[in-house]
């Protein structure tokens, strides 16, 4: 299947549930809850000596935990609360987004910007609930909502397309 365009419209909805599917599958997140979880427990034991019984143990680990698990959940909300106050139509994060497969790559025009990736630079494509995410760089990705389709059938050639363009590049 041939696509002549794909247009979107991206929503501050479509962030916060993209930046909530991403960061509870992020390995990273649960990488920085693990170290603030051990930080925790070094400076308890640091503070009130090792503990000699099972129970202090287990109360430390999972205090611990937990402190990891609130300082994640806290980071979370902070990098969601900040992607929502700096995206905008005017950037070119929110609104109408048009994509063009080229031969020489993905073309995206927004009210903000134009611009071409080169197939072979674009990273993991995957779906997650009813979006395609493609990987632009690092924790950067295009969003296309199933809507911006007109049935899941179109959305999945879609990646297939992308996912052909960007292996075809990389051999």
């Not at 930046?19 to 390995?27: E, S, Y």
């Not at 300082?71 to 994509?99: D, R």
Request: hydrophobic content about 45%.
């Amino acid at each position: 299947m041939h696509f002549e365009a794909v247009h979107t419209h991206i929503t501050k909805s479509d962030l916060v549930k993209f930046n909530v599917r991403f960061m509870a599958t992020n390995p990273y997140t649960y990488r920085y809850m693990g170290l603030v979880a051990l930080a925790v427990l070094i400076y308890l034991v640091y503070k009130r000596g090792m503990p000699d019984e099972v129970g202090i143990w287990m109360l430390m680990v999972i205090g611990s935990l937990f402190a990891g698990l609130a300082a994640t959940i806290v980071y979370a909300l902070w990098c969601i609360l900040t992607v929502l106050m700096v995206s905008k139509e005017s950037n070119g994060i929110l609104g109408k987004h048009e994509y063009l497969c080229t031969e020489d790559g993905l073309f995206e025009k927004t009210i903000a910007n134009e611009t071409l990736y080169k197939w072979g630079a674009l990273g993991q494509l995957r779906v997650a609930g009813s979006y395609l995410l493609l990987q632009v760089s690092g924790f950067q990705y295009h969003i296309f909502p199933l809507r911006s389709f007109d049935n899941p059938a179109q959305m999945d050639a879609f990646q297939q397309h992308l996912s052909e363009c960007i292996n075809t590049a990389r051999q």
